[in-house]
T-cell receptor, first 113, second 115 residues
Framework: SQQGEEDPQALSIQEGENATMNCSYK?????LQWYRQNSGRGLVHLIL?????REKHSGRLRVTLDTSKKSSSLLITASRAADTASYFCATEHPNTGFQKLVFGTGTRLLVSP | DTEVTQTPKHLVMGMTNKKSLKCEQH?????MYWYKQKAKKPPELMFVYSYEKLSINESVPSRFSPECPNSSLLNLHLHALQPEDSALYLC??????????????FGPGTRLTVL
């Protein structure tokens, strides 16, 4: 299976703190995406980082990619209660077609007021 | 309109029933997807339609039958399901033009329970 692994599986922090979650994958990628899922609902695309990029920012989100280690991290700064959700990385691989995303196992984030 | 809609929100069906899930998008996207998601697990790809043609079938059992009547609509026909098929079924769409542009837009899902 190409499925990525994420850690931690669960993360509990206070509002205002930063949250970091990590994603590791197994084979070379075209790009890596991060999605958020609120409880029992659809996923929302957060950010896409291409294989030739090392870092990307979007608002309070910072994503890094290290293709030599086959890993990525998502940093959420100054977290809010509304950030409580599950976060999934998803990878697009050159050998499986660009329409097939492989989702990681996910990190459940709880931000307490 | 940047929304993917799915109906129904919830569905309870017996193992002998036939039902359908519906998905609609009006973003002009030419790729549409069905995913299955079990509790506390990541979404698993089931089917991909590209330009209204089935392009990916992830070895899904024949009791699940997808249909793409036009570029805006995607159906999933269900027949003779098993209790282990109970899950959240997610529909998604994307522009499907090139690599590195495959941001997927997801609907809210249909929560399916098979009795």
């Amino acid at each position: 299976s190409q499925q990525g692994e994420e850690d931690p599986q669960a993360l509990s922090i206070q509002e205002g703190e930063n949250a970091t979650m990590n994603c590791s994958y197994k084979t070379s990628i075209n790009n890596l995406q991060w999605y958020r899922q609120n409880s029992g609902r659809g996923l929302v695309h957060l950010i896409l980082i291409r294989s030739n990029e090392r870092e990307k920012h979007s608002g309070r989100l910072r994503v890094t990619l290290d293709t030599s280690k086959k890993s990525s991290s998502l940093l959420i700064t100054a977290s809010r209660a509304a950030d409580t959700a599950s976060y999934f990385c998803a990878t697009e691989h050159p050998n499986t077609g660009f329409q097939k995303l492989v989702f990681g196992t996910g990190t459940r984030l709880l931000v307490s007021p | 309109d940047t929304e993917v809609t799915q109906t129904p929100k919830h569905l309870v069906m017996g193992m002998t029933n036939k039902k359908s899930l519906k998905c609609e998008q009006h973003m002009g996207h030419r790729a549409m997807y069905w995913y299955k998601q079990k509790a506390k697990k990541p979404p698993e790809l089931m089917f991909v339609y590209s330009y209204e043609k089935l392009s990916i079938n992830e070895s899904v059992p024949s009791r699940f039958s997808p249909e793409c009547p036009n570029s805006s609509l995607l159906n999933l026909h269900l027949h003779a399901l098993q209790p282990e098929d109970s899950a959240l079924y997610l529909c998604a769409s994307s522009q499907a033009i090139t690599r590195d542009s495959n941001e997927q837009f997801f609907g809210p899902g249909t929560r399916l329970t098979v009795l």
